[in-house]
Nanobody, 123 residues
Framework: QVQLVESGGGSVQAGDSLRLFCAAS????????LSWFRQAPGKERDFVAA????????YYTDSVKDRFFIFRDDAKNTGWLEMNSLKLDDTAVYYC????????????????WGQGTQVTVSS
């Protein structure tokens, strides 16, 4: 049974940093593209970052470039998202997900999702 378990969310102030973790079981994480998505209240779930399965390439949505960084530890079968200089607009539920599809920016490409972790940024 595949499980993705996120942790590390919380409430922070604008400008702070936070690290989200995604622990995988039932799969070998390196065989999948690991991504993070987020969903703000009343909005759709949007792509944030990806660590691709083949060459370990990293990709980010424009709004988080140079602030967020995605990592993967194959020995621990865990990935994480380092978030810096957090802004009010970063407030959302963050989800990790894995896919074998090259269409990693598309939510429909993902078969496995974590339960989500809340990140709240206040001024």
């Amino acid at each position: 049974q595949v499980q993705l378990v996120e942790s590390g969310g919380g409430s922070v102030q604008a400008g702070d940093s936070l690290r989200l973790f995604c622990a995988a079981s039932g799969i070998t994480l390196s065989e999948y593209t690991l991504s993070w998505f987020r969903q703000a209240p009343g909005k759709e779930r949007d792509f944030v970052a990806a660590f691709t399965r083949h060459n370990g390439g990293v990709y980010y949505t424009d709004s988080v470039k140079d602030r967020f960084f995605i990592f993967r530890d194959d020995a621990k079968n865990t990935g994480w998202l380092e978030m810096n200089s957090l802004k009010l607009d970063d407030t959302a539920v963050y989800y990790c997900a894995v896919t074998e599809s090259p269409l990693f920016r598309v939510t429909g490409s993902y078969a496995y999702w974590g339960q989500g972790t809340q990140v709240t940024v206040s001024s």
